[in-house]
């Protein structure tokens, strides 16, 4: 079943998701980002271009366990001690909402299990990934430097819940409100108020 949401009552619904187990919670998001570009001002596209993709998370896990589960797989010591974060991003609710340091923003800290196909877009049009010089982060130091082999790295990110058009959790599909266009509500509220046969 879809529910319509605000961006409020998402967040509120991944921290009563998430608050109620001990456990970790798989997640499936659909996602649109302004991807993070090289060169600056000399590249015209910086700013402008959207990426959306589908993104499988896992909400509520423990990212030191995580990447000492990887070095035990892998034959080697569990020694890797998590880092305070170093990007002013705190934790405010369970263990996944963060806020930013004026509190203006909105993040959910996630595990990435798997990324879909990206598409990007420039004034709404598609466009070349090929076109854009992605900026592509360096791997983790401190997960290299504890002996994690490259590619294998346990994948955490801050997403900010404003990025999110749908989420997917338990059953139930989470469609964000203000993240539809005109005639995605006009269905929406169609589909509503059609009676079933």
Not at 16 to 43: H, R, W
Not at 131 to 148: C, D, F, H, M, R
Request: aromatic share 10%.
């Amino acid at each position: 079943m879809t529910k319509y949401v605000t961006q409020a009552e998402l967040v509120e619904a991944v921290k009563n998701t998430v608050g109620a187990t001990t456990g970790s919670t798989i997640v499936y998001a659909d996602t649109e980002t302004v991807p993070k570009l090289a060169g600056g001002k000399s590249n015209p596209y910086v700013g402008a271009v959207k990426r959306s993709v589908g993104i499988k998370f896992i909400l509520g896990f423990d990212y030191e366990n995580s990447v000492n589960n990887k070095l035990a797989k892998e034959g080697k010591e569990k020694t890797f001690e998590a880092q305070g974060r170093t990007n002013g991003l705190k934790f405010v609710d369970h263990r996944c909402i963060l806020v930013n340091a004026d509190e203006t923003e909105t993040y959910f800290w996630a595990k990435v299990e798997k990324g879909g196909e990206c598409s990007y877009f420039f004034k709404g049009k598609p466009i070349d990934k090929a076109l854009l010089n992605i900026y592509v982060a360096p791997p983790s130091k401190t997960q290299a430097a504890a002996g994690i082999e490259k590619g294998n790295e346990v994948v955490a990110r801050s997403y900010k819940f404003s990025s999110i058009l749908a989420l997917r959790m338990n059953g139930e599909e989470y469609r964000v409100v203000e993240r539809m266009s005109q005639d995605e509500k006009e269905r929406a509220v169609e589909a509503a108020f059609t009676p079933v046969n």
